[in-house]
């Protein structure tokens, strides 16, 4: 990944750069490289998310009605594992970005029945 990817991605998110406390007491910045060789990418449409007292879990997959009526299988082809400190950091991410988004190009509706224009 080039170093270009590395700083756009950092000015994707609200986060800080990660800390860590030094021996002699003071704070030290860490810079992290991605890596995404190899990443396969996937898209989903359908989120679950569920959680046990340690972690929290995001299953990630494609429903093949999302619009359809009566039960649908939906095939997980993604699940991560978070721990709670993790996701917090993950929610103010995509809140942040999200923000930005619909201060650029306006509201996202979720419910579809009131995207949806009459004619």
């Known amino acids: 990944m080039a170093n270009e990817d590395v700083e756009q991605a950092?000015?994707?998110t609200d986060e800080p750069?990660?800390?860590a406390p030094a021996a002699d007491g003071t704070t030290v910045?860490?810079?992290i490289r991605v890596d995404d060789d190899g990443t396969v990418a996937c898209y989903a449409n359908f989120c679950r998310v569920s959680y046990?007292?340690?972690e929290?879990?995001?299953d990630l997959g494609l429903n093949p009605r999302p619009f359809g009526s009566g039960e649908t299988t939906v095939k997980v082809h993604q699940r991560v594992i978070l721990n709670f400190f993790t996701a917090k950091r993950l929610l103010n991410a995509?809140?942040?970005t999200l923000q930005r988004h619909e201060q650029a190009f306006g509201v996202l509706e979720t419910d579809v029945r009131k995207r949806?224009?009459?004619t």
Do not use: M, S
């Open 116 to 118: 949806v224009k009459q």
């Open 29 to 31: 910045q860490q810079t």
């Open 52 to 54: 046990t007292p340690e």
């Open 10 to 12: 950092a000015e994707t």
């Open 94 to 96: 995509l809140a942040g």
């Open 17 to 19: 750069p990660e800390t």
């Open 56 to 58: 929290l879990i995001l």
